[in-house]
């Protein structure tokens, strides 16, 4: 029998498609006019893309992430749904797809919501880190009001307590003093009507470590290393909304990453166990991608988890998922493929 599969996604528009020209521009403040704020969403040809890897699987029906997404989801009844939609509203929003499809009883690929709301709290996320002995910098969540005179750790990366994809995360993320850092959590309340995690500053390498499978069969993948030397000079060493969506264009591509990272063994089993502890602690299903830096003692710590990773299908874009895929000899319609069989075992349907 064909197996039937739903494809939930949200997808950028035409006019939402061009990243600003510049992190912080002049926009009304309110969250709904971050000027980042689609960065999340997936272009046309990551759908497409993943919508042919499905095929070769079964009969796909796409089900764009839309306000009438209950209702065709009810109406087509698809054996498992391929979840990659990021939602519409609120800090919940990526939790939303998979929280109707349990409510239907329908199949779906990938973290659970409760897992996806986890994942989108970076603080919540931290909290749970800590209480299973998962390495994470030291953080506090603050206000303007609340913002607390001589405790912040400082250097300080603040960023919005419920975003992904760099989004409110520019190159003045890295702040170095105590004024810094309260005209960032200012900024940040202003666009996107939140508070701010100041966090310490983790000085180290950066890797991103994907992983592939559930409980004592996830795969960790070839790790990926984030190189800052790669970045203009005087750009703060972080992988922020500049060096994402700006300084690495189709055209011409930012030299960021090298996978295989070059590690020492004994460093790539710390830097895999912090991956491994994290995706586990937060209890992560198939797959995620988990960033992890080192600290001034070479130490590797958790930054957070993407319960749902970019997956952007062109080799020259940089996507770190797929790369690390592809360094384990695993194509894009295979990962694709793959995501699917662990999640199709874990309910035990037939492949
Ligand atoms: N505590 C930190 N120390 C050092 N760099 C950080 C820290 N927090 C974030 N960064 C930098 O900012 C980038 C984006 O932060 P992250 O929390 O992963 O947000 P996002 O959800 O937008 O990916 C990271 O990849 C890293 O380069
Ligand atoms: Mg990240």
Redesign the pocket.
């Known amino acids: 029998m064909t197996l039937r599969i739903g494809f939930a996604y949200n997808e950028r528009s035409a006019e939402e498609a061009e990243p600003p020209s510049s992190a912080e521009e002049a926009e009304p403040p309110s969250s709904r006019a971050a000027p980042d704020r689609y960065a999340e969403w997936d272009e046309p040809a990551t759908i497409a893309a993943v919508e042919a890897a499905l095929r070769r699987r079964g009969d796909v029906v796409r089900l764009e992430a839309t306000a009438d997404f209950p209702q065709k989801l009810r109406e087509t009844r698809p054996d498992i749904v391929f979840n990659i939609a990021e939602g519409l509203h609120g800090p919940n929003r990526e939790a939303h797809v998979p929280a109707i499809c349990e409510f239907y009883d329908i199949p779906y690929t990938g973290s659970d919501p409760l897992t996806l709301a986890l994942a989108l709290d970076?603080r919540r996320a931290k909290e749970i880190f800590r209480a299973r002995d998962v390495p994470t910098?030291d953080w506090l969540v603050a206000t303007p009001e609340t913002l607390p005179r001589g405790e912040i750790p400082l250097p300080a990366?603040v960023?919005p307590l419920h975003?992904?994809?760099?989004?409110g995360?520019p190159d003045r993320a890295l702040c170095v003093s105590e004024a810094q850092v309260r005209r960032r959590v200012g900024e940040i309340r202003e666009l996107y009507r939140q508070p701010a995690l100041v966090?310490?500053?983790?000085p180290g390498r950066?890797f991103t470590v994907a992983i592939l499978g559930n409980d004592a069969a996830a795969r960790v993948l070839p790790i990926v290393e984030?190189r800052f030397d790669a970045l203009p000079p005087g750009a703060a060493p972080?992988?922020?909304y500049e060096a994402k969506w700006l300084w690495d264009r189709p055209d011409a591509p930012l030299e960021i990453f090298t996978c295989p990272a070059r590690l020492e063994p004994r460093l790539a089993r710390a830097v895999e166990a912090a991956a491994r502890g994290a995706f586990h602690a937060l209890g992560c299903r198939d797959w995620a991608r988990v960033?992890v830096?080192l600290d001034a003692h070479g130490a590797p710590h958790v930054?957070?988890v993407n319960p749902l990773p970019g997956i952007l299908p062109d080799p020259e874009q940089n996507s770190c998922f797929p790369k690390a895929a592809r360094a384990a000899g695993i194509g894009y319609d295979e990962l694709i493929g793959r995501v699917l069989d662990v999640a199709l075992e874990r309910y035990g349907l037939p492949r």
């Open positions: 970076k910098p990366v960023k975003e992904g994809s760099s989004m995360i966090e310490a500053f983790l950066e984030i972080i992988y922020g960033d830096r930054i957070e």
